[in-house]
Every structure is written in C-alpha cells, then in structure tokens.
C-alpha cells in the first residue's frame, strides 16, 4: 500500500458555532460546505476539505483521512488489509468532494478512511487569520503496550517510515516527504493528542501569535525548537479544548535515501532516524514552561 498524504481529520465537537469561528476566522481556514448533519467542511488551500468539525457529545477525534497513490485503487487496500486480517469496507458519498472512499479501524481502534481523489476547493489562501501553509500532522496517544502494535501497522501495512523515536515516548511516522504526518505518544489516555498546522517563518509565527493573544487564547508552550525533526512550534487549544500545534522549518525527509536533508543546526550529516532522550527531543532550547507535553 502507498499512501501520498494526510489529507484530513474529522473531529466530533461540542460547540459547533465557537469551533467552526476559531477554525475559520482564528486559523484562516475557508468553510467549503456544510452539509445536514450540520457537519462543517473546511479547507486550508486547495484540498476540499481538511477539518471536518461534526456536532457530537464526544469531542476529539473521529476520523482521520489519508489519499493513495495514483498507482494504488481502493481495491487493492482492502486486499492489503484482508491479508493482514483487517475488514474494512468501500463506501460511496460519505464526504462532499470524495466520490468513494475505504474505511476501517486500525489496530489501536482509530478509524482511518482512505481515498483515491478529492476535488479541489478552489479558495487558495485566505487573507485573515492565521492561514497556515498546510495541515501537517495528526498525534495520537495511548498506552505502552499498543506502541509497538501501532508502529508494526503503519509501517508493514499501510507503507510508513520511522523518521524518529524516543523509547517508550514518541515516535514518529510519515508516507511522505514531511518529517512526519502522524506520531504516536505513550499515556494512559486514550485519544487524539494534537493536530498541527505548518506556516512559513517567524513572522508568520508572531504574527499568528499576535492574533492568539488579541483573541485571548493563551500559548500553553513554546515556541521553541524541538529536537525530533527540528520546527520550531507553539502548542494551545481550539475552543473544544483540542491541543494545537503551530509549526514551521521542519526537517524535509527522503524516504529513498532515508535521512533528512542536510541543516546547519543538525549534528549528524546524513541526519538518519534517530532516538532522542525526552528534554532534547521536547526542547533544543531547554525552554521552560509549566505545561507538560506529554500528557
């Protein structure tokens, strides 16, 4: 199976008019379409949709989404994942601007949909809010014992690369040339840990951070440099009290070479995945902040 992209999260919500204002007018996202579940379908670029904000006594995450390559069918996967004792089901219309799509659960119960194409938005980038570059990465958390289960998946199965690990914490996985698109964090919970969002230099980071403040959000850590995949990146939450990640000058990864390309704040040249110790990975700046991460 190959996979190109991490194309969306659909995140059940509690209060749909509050999330869908932060994520259109905050984030600088474009609402596409709503549709009669009074589901919000929103859009960072050109990809249909990205967020999808779905009223729900539940909040977190529902969904996640990823897009196949042009050379792999939907077919195909559902054969991959039967091999692998994994059922999944082709279901039709399910989202506005995915024809058809494969759905099924993965090995630490997180429902995944995979699809072959998306209609194109067509709104290109706002011109208020924050207005990230791309929606980067989803982060998921659970217990010890499900980690390695997860990082067989998604690597023997679904085509993923470690890029970088710290034992029993973190690791990180991506399908493409972005440092990762998903990791996985050790805790006694259960749940989606953060979504993040990449934009393009610290100015664009002060300028978000402006807007977070004038908006009363607070920066619940950062920013600073982490170690695993070097962005710099700020973390807060959505008003459903989902953990945010803004990010930006994140290690670009070559899965045929496997190591990431060559910066001058790295220590190894080739930089290959690595595992880091907790405070390195967290923080290169040793920057101190009352709020824990990892939990």
Known sequence: MKLVKLGYVQLGVKNTEPMINYYKDIMGLSVITEASNGSAYLSSSIDHHN??????????????????????????????????????????????????????????????????EMEYSGVGFKRSGIVPFNFNHVSFQFPLEEQQRAIDFYRNVMGFHVTDWVENIITFMTCNSYFHVLNFIVSDQKKMHHLAFELEDWNHMARAHDLLAKKNIPILWGPTRHGAGHPISSYHHDPDGNLVELTFGIDTYNMELGYVEPRPWHEDYPQRPRAWNPDEMLSKWSTPFGFDLVK
């Open 51 to 116: 967020i999808i904000l779905t009223p729900s006594d539940q909040p977190g995450c529902m969904r996640v989404g990823f897009q196949l390559s042009k050379d792999s069918s939907l077919k195909e996967a559902a054969e991959e994942l039967a091999s692998h004792g994994i059922t999944s089901e082709i279901k039709s219309n399910v989202h506005p601007g995915i024809s058809e799509l494969l759905e099924f659960t993965d090995v630490v119960g997180n429902m995944v949909q995979l699809y072959e």
